[in-house]
């Protein structure tokens, strides 16, 4: 097919990828529950689609380099050693050397990464087909099986069952059913997108263990439980209901619903306090998962509640949330512009979230909200000089990106960011029965087989306006192209095979172009960007500055940076709250419009790049890498 010729000549090598939930239109053949949900709207397969040269494939590259270098026995040698299960060659378990950070062994969470690394496994072996991701997926799946056995009742961690004990029992003890999740869910991606039919018995197991465990305990010890955090555990169980059809994984699905937390969205309350932000998105999400599961209005309905009141309300300019963690006060927004906004764990998990709600609305808005998240924050998590990723996005005037390092981090969102980097072609297009959504702007080849239709998607957006998709191959059967007309877009420029077509539609919805495709018909279209301020929602002198999507950083300079990297001392791997940017005194966060329109007072210097009238440099934040900056300006 078109598409292999493609990649050959796109010159993609091996590179590993990450996590996710079921979502509608997806692996309909492995589902033993069928979601009681039709949606409209559909995703396609992993495998339908591959990214071509640029931005967003130069960073699943130096993802995949990274975990590549990760050695299986590394992963496996915590489980391995609290299993008793010899570990190591020609010298035993000594031999393998051990991960630092979150992954080393008196961290209660070790084993989370190894979670990740299978989904990683999986979803680029469906991307990209390359054998060498499911060989290293088996193997891991094969030593987890091992593991497992040694225990003999199911129970699958990298740390002893008695940390769930303490959870159980109300003791002091980090999150051991967060842990768990993200284990689960690697197996259950090592199944649905490698084909490991051992990964599900494994995954099984763990549900076998998780309801003899739970099922005896009464409401009082369930609440207790529930109040330390356990991610999105309930939603893979949802899953692991869906592919086998026992009804205890559901149970246990609902074991795990967060009263304090849901219920009050249920009634419409959009006070999210300060509670902590990356554990209450994947509990949404296990509502989102469940509505599709079983029709519940109810859980549809909060759901995009939450969200709207999270995208209207608590995000910042580049589609992050949270300060330290934690949700705040809305109306105070601009008091929590600090060094540790952004937990990239939380965009990862909004992207999550939006992927589902546009399934079940279509929504613009929704796939707005998705590109600004991703090239304002995902997109720039990684340092393109390393490969390595970033805790936090942090907003502080001044304040700079800290980075993992490649033993002695492993952070949850290193474990995030393995997989955002890895699956940035789940979103790029969606579909109906005989229409497609063509929602991000990615160079790309996508493959719909059901309608015979390939099509190759060119561009250098963001630092071009125009975007360019030809047919490939198509079965000649009518079929819609819908192009995303962005809210943030000029009047756009459509042309189909150099005649213009007429835009009667509105920015925030969709261009339809309905014909019957040829191979060859080839769609130009230009999408104009300007600059705009962006207030933050208390304060509107304090602003950032955007050009089309793209957040732009003012570039101040690099005295008084931290160097080397922090975090190198594994004794340290905690210290991301302590972290003291040392912005410089005379850092001026001073933006001056001398007529008020930020259109007419920044000089474009070249694509992208934009000069104040006092000769300071913004490019985009994406791009912006071992420097101080400035996203929110002092408007003057």
């Known amino acids: ?26 692996f309909e053949d492995k589902r033993v529950v069928k979601d009681a949900v039709e949606t409209e709207i559909r995703c396609f397969d992993l495998s339908d689609v591959r990214l071509l040269p640029g931005r967003f494939h130069d960073n699943m590259l130096r993802d995949s380099a990274w ?24 010298g035993g378990y000594m031999t393998v050397k051990k991960l630092g950070g979150w992954e080393s062994l008196d961290c209660d969470l070790r084993g989370h ?8 496994l999986a979803l680029m072996y469906a991307s990209a087909g390359d054998e060498i991701f499911k060989m290293k997926g088996d193997s891991l799946v094969a030593g987890l099986a091992e593991v497992q056995k040694a225990h003999g009742n199911g129970y699958l961690s990298a740390f002893p069952e008695g940390l769930i004990d303490r959870n159980i029992q109300g003791k002091s003890v980090w999150a051991p059913w967060y842990t768990l999740h993200k284990i689960l869910s690697g197996l259950i991606d090592q199944y649905l997108y490698a084909d490991n039919a051992e990964a599900l018995d494994v995954a099984s197991a763990m549900g076998d263990w998780a309801y003899s465990k739970l ?35 559901l149970w246990l699905a609902h074991f795990f619903y967060h009263d304090d937390v849901i219920d009050p969205l249920k009634k419409g309350d959009a006070d999210m306090g300060t509670k902590h932000t990356n554990t209450f998105i994947p509990k949404v999400l296990a509502e989102a998962r469940n509505y599709e599961l079983t029709g519940s209005d109810t859980c549809r309905t909060l759901s995009e509640f939450f969200w709207n009141t999270v995208t209207d309300r608590h995000v910042f300019a580049p589609g992050c949330c949270s300060d330290k963690e934690h949700f705040f006060d809305p109306d105070r927004m601009s008091e929590h512009l600090s060094g540790y906004t952004g937990e990239s764990c939380c965009t990862y998990n909004m992207l ?36 390595m990723l970033c805790y936090f996005l942090p907003l502080e005037d001044g304040a700079y990106k800290v980075y993992s390092t490649p033993e002695n981090s492993f952070w949850c969102c290193v474990g995030s960011g393995f997989e955002s980097n890895a699956k940035y072609g789940e979103s790029i297009y969606f579909h109906d029965d005989d229409n497609v959504y063509v929602n991000l702007f990615i160079p790309s080849v996508l493959e719909w087989e059901e309608k015979g239709l390939d099509l190759v998607q060119k561009t250098d957006f963001p630092e071009d306006d125009t975007v360019d998709i030809t ?3 198509s ?15 000029g009047k756009p420029e459509i042309a189909v095979n150099g005649r213009k077509v007429k835009v009667a539609q509105d920015c925030g919805s969709y261009i339809r172009i309905v014909r019957k495709w040829r191979p060859g ?34 570039q101040c300079g690099t005295d008084g940076m931290t160097a080397p990297a922090p975090f190198s001392d594994p004794s340290k791997y905690n210290d991301y709250y302590t972290y003291d940017y040392h912005v410089p005194a005379d850092l001026n966060p001073v933006l001056v419009l001398p007529d008020g329109n930020v259109g007419k007072s920044l000089k474009k210097e070249s694509e992208l790049v934009f000069e104040t009238v006092d000769g300071r440099l913004l490019k985009p934040l994406y791009d912006t890498h071992h420097q101080r900056y400035v996203v929110y300006w002092d408007i003057e």
């Open 113 to 120: 990464t190894t979670g990740h690394v299978m989904s990683a």
């Open 1 to 26: 097919m078109v598409r292999r010729i493609l990649l050959a000549a796109a010159c993609i090598v091996p590179a590993l990828a990450g996590a996710q939930s079921l979502y509608p239109g997806q």
């Open 471 to 473: 047919v490939m191959e």
């Open 215 to 249: 099922s005896p305990l009464d409401e009082e010890t369930r609440q207790r439980m529930i109040r330390n955090e356990f991610g999105g555990i309930n939603e893979s169980f949802y899953n692991l209901y869906s592919l086998t059809g026992k009804d205890k994984y």
């Open 67 to 90: 975990l590549a270098s990760i050695g299986t026995d590394r992963l496996l040698h915590s489980f391995r050693t609290t299993a008793g299960v010899f570990s190591g060659k020609e």
């Open 475 to 489: 079965d000649g059967s009518e079929t819609g192209i819908f192009l995303r007309y962005p809210s943030w877009s």
């Open 352 to 387: 999550k979230l939006s992927r589902h709600l546009f399934c079940w609305t279509g929504s613009a808005d929704v796939a707005d909200y998705y590109e600004r998240a991703l090239y304002n924050h995902i997109l720039g998590q990684q340092d393109p000089e390393t490969g």
């Open 521 to 554: 018909d080839r769609i130009t279209a230009r999408f104009p960007m300007s600059l705009r301020l962006e207030s933050a929602a208390d304060n509107p002198s304090k602003a950032a500055v955007l050009y089309g999507p793209i957040v732009l950083a003012g």
